[in-house]
């Protein structure tokens, strides 16, 4: 056998010590200059505060928190601020049934009244064939009814109660919808079959296997002064304002965390749901998460789209999906009045992602997430930060324009047809609930499912008025009054939802 002298093994030695060094510098140099990248994309998106965190090769290669909890304070993001999943908790809703299917104690296909009889839909053969895997699809027929739960006080029960009453949009299963109600329904049949509310089913099924100690599943559960206050852009200025509860719809988005705890999470999904204790989802489960069921319509999905021309548009059990430089993204934002999030993941590339950010759909997510893509998996120097600036931008610009054309049609010089005052009372609706408009210092207000959103008339023309919200960020509403032919009020229209006058 030949020996190698000491002074060569010495040579060797210290080659493989140059080389190994050379590669974390280079390393140590890209990380830097993603970095740079992102501190000035959130300088030029005017972001309060983010925090990112990248995945590769089941590797955390990059963490890091910018700016403040909350303008005005000093308070800095860090890796264990926390922010609003929003609806990045829909994977984890998910995730959560798929426990219970790999238990034997559901199935996919079950139908949804076999766990939840009392659950009605207006359509009684929707009701009969909805599948517990319809829950999480957006397909239902049904479209958008936030307004249970974002203009309203009711439980989730009487959400769900009220689902009776909504008018289908389309028919089951021939389009996409998204749809934040059918996941409450998700949770509460996670209930019924596992016997524990799903704000805990998450917590000791996910989070305490996983590590994640700094994640809640409600906002009531947090006790910290280190939670990002959520900011919207009023008036072109960036404004702090109050922050959304999503408890009551948990299961659609409720969840809170950092990016210390999001990085174990998307490191899991992205391993199979791998963990040091073992799996959260068996492997043929797993891929079922993330198999594409339903189409999602162009107006639907983002406007990102404009810009990446996917062929494929897609949704899976809580994941958007597309084809992004031939490699198949799946992912997913989160939204809440000042709060967004998204979380990706590239399985071909072993690459995840999560971003969060507490100014109100600042889409910087959206151009963080596919720079991370290009910068640490695909290559490319592409900026999208500015692109995206410009996309947005343009269609802000479109949107003003349209409401100032629609303000060219205003008649001018009109008057209410009746007083002010006979225009009070009160209003109601079996499904939208109750306005209440009252008149004092000769002017109207208005006051919807007890004072949960409120605000002022402003006359427009004849009998239709705008809704100002006190709560600037909801911005106006169209208002209209309905006489009838006595030439007394007997109804209202708030923005298509038509309300009967009962006082």
Known sequence: MKKWSPLLITLLLFSIATVS??????????????????????????APGLGIVVVKDNQV??????????????????????????????????????????????????????????????????????????????????????????????????????????????????????????????????EKVSGIPWADFVQQNVFQPLGMTNTFSQISQVNTTNIAAPHYRIDKQIQVISRDIADVVGPAGSVLSCIDDMGIWIKTMMDSSKYAG??????????????????????????????????????????????????????????????????????????????????????????????????????????????????????????????????KKRVLNTHPTLALSEYAGTYDDPLYGKVVISFENNELSFFINNNTNAGKLTHWNYDSFKAEFTKKWYGKSDLQFQLNTEGKVDGLNLDGFQFKKTK
């Open 21 to 46: 060094a050379q590669k974390k510098l280079k390393q140590s140099d890209s990380l830097t200059q993603f970095d740079a990248y992102v501190q000035q994309a959130v300088k030029d998106w005017e």
């Open 61 to 190: 290669i990059f963490k890091k928190g910018y700016g403040v909890l909350k303008l005005g304070a000093n308070q800095q993001v860090n890796s264990q601020t926390l922010f609003n999943c929003a609806s990045t908790t829909k994977a984890m809703t998910a995730t959560c049934m798929g426990i219970l299917v790999d238990q034997g104690k559901i199935k996919w296909d079950d139908p949804v009244i076999k766990y939840l009889p009392e659950f009605q839909l207006y359509d009684p053969w929707v009701t009969r064939e909805l599948r517990v895997r319809d829950l999480f699809l957006h397909n239902s027929g049904v479209g958008n009814a936030d307004f249970l739960w974002g203009d309203n006080h009711l439980t989730g029960d009487e959400i769900l109660e009220k689902m009776r009453l909504v008018k289908p949009s389309y028919s089951m299963r021939s389009s996409f919808i998204y749809q934040n109600i059918f996941y409450l329904a998700a949770g509460k049949v996670i």
């Open 278 to 407: 073992g799996r959260l989802l068996k492997p043929e489960t797993w891929k079922e998460m993330f198999r594409p069921q339903t189409l999602v319509t162009p107006e639907q999905f983002y406007p990102t789209k404009e810009l990446t021309k996917p062929n494929f548009m897609t949704y899976a059990l809580g994941w958007f999906q597309q084809d992004y430089r031939g490699k198949k993204l799946n992912f997913h934002t989160g939204s809440l009045a000042g709060a967004v999030a998204i979380n990706a993941q590239m399985p071909e590339e072993n690459i995840a992602v999560y971003i969060f950010g507490n100014l109100d759909h600042v889409e910087l997510r959206h151009a963080l997430m596919f720079k991370t893509i290009d910068y640490f998996a695909l290559g490319g120097n592409r900026d999208w930060s500015k692109e995206l600036l410009k996309l947005y931008g343009d269609i802000h610009s479109a949107k003003d324009t349209a409401e100032k054309e629609a303000d």
